[in-house]
């Protein structure tokens, strides 16, 4: 059973505009969730965080929602560059004693087009 | 500052054949350390994870198996490599349970 899932695997948005990454999660137990962005051949690395205490947190040009009623949270880049083009993995865990598991989205690929 | 160190970045095993891939993370102490992987078309897997040295848990069952025999050294071993080991292999370590976790480099391991 897939708890975080990223139902769109490929996005192709121009140069300048908004980029919206979806992620759908479906255990309730779940209160902190991140993005990745990963280049090709490399690690991930870390983008962005939103705790279940907030439904909104902004850095530069990316900013997460989270609607913890509907289990969902998008990524908003804006404006969107080249540079951006990779894939984007979102994140979710839980507080508390005895976890220590990040679960993962399968990515969504993101092509921001000149 | 923190780092973190893994290799090798690419490396090509024939099946039946042991697999060693070593991590290091710099700057830091007692930290979380994990290793996922990343198949084609999946997402990325927890393997193991530690809270401390010998200190190992396994997430899911597979031909693999974890060490950490020192504070900052996480190796991921195989006896016997299939050829669905093949993968993308992340090492990452965290401060504590509730942060994000920082990745190395990855290691892209083919077994023919």
């Known amino acids: 059973d897939q708890q975080v899932k990223q139902n769109s695997p490929s996005l192709s948005v121009q140069e300048g505009r908004i980029s919206i990454l979806n992620c759908d999660y479906t255990?309730?137990?779940?209160?902190?969730f991140l993005w990745y962005k990963k280049y090709p051949a490399e690690g991930p690395t870390f983008l962005i965080s939103i705790s279940s205490i907030k439904d909104k947190n902004e850095d530069g040009r990316f900013t997460v929602f989270l609607n913890k009623s509907a289990k969902h949270l998008s990524l908003h880049i804006v404006p969107s560059q080249p540079g951006d083009s990779a894939v984007y993995f979102c994140?979710?865990?839980?507080?508390?004693?005895?976890?220590?598991?990040?679960?993962f989205g399968k990515g969504t690929k993101l092509s921001v087009i000149p | 500052s923190q780092t973190i160190h893994q290799w090798p970045a690419t490396l090509v095993q024939p099946v039946g054949s042991p697999l060693s891939l070593e991590c290091t993370v710099e700057g830091t102490s007692n930290p979380n350390l994990y290793w996922y992987r990343q198949a084609a078309g999946r997402g990325l897997q927890l393997l193991f994870y530690?809270?401390?040295?010998?200190?190992i848990s396994s997430e899911v069952p597979q031909n693999l198996s974890a060490s950490r025999p020192q504070d900052r050294q996480f190796i991921l071993s195989s006896k016997k490599l299939l050829l669905s080991d093949s993968g993308f292999y992340l090492c990452a370590w965290s401060i504590n349970m509730n942060t994000e976790a920082f990745f190395g480099q990855g290691t892209r391991l083919t077994v023919v």
């Open positions: 255990n309730s137990m779940f209160d902190y």
């Open positions: 994140a979710a865990t839980r507080s508390g004693a005895g976890s220590y598991q990040l679960t």
């Open positions: 530690s809270i401390g040295i010998d200190q």
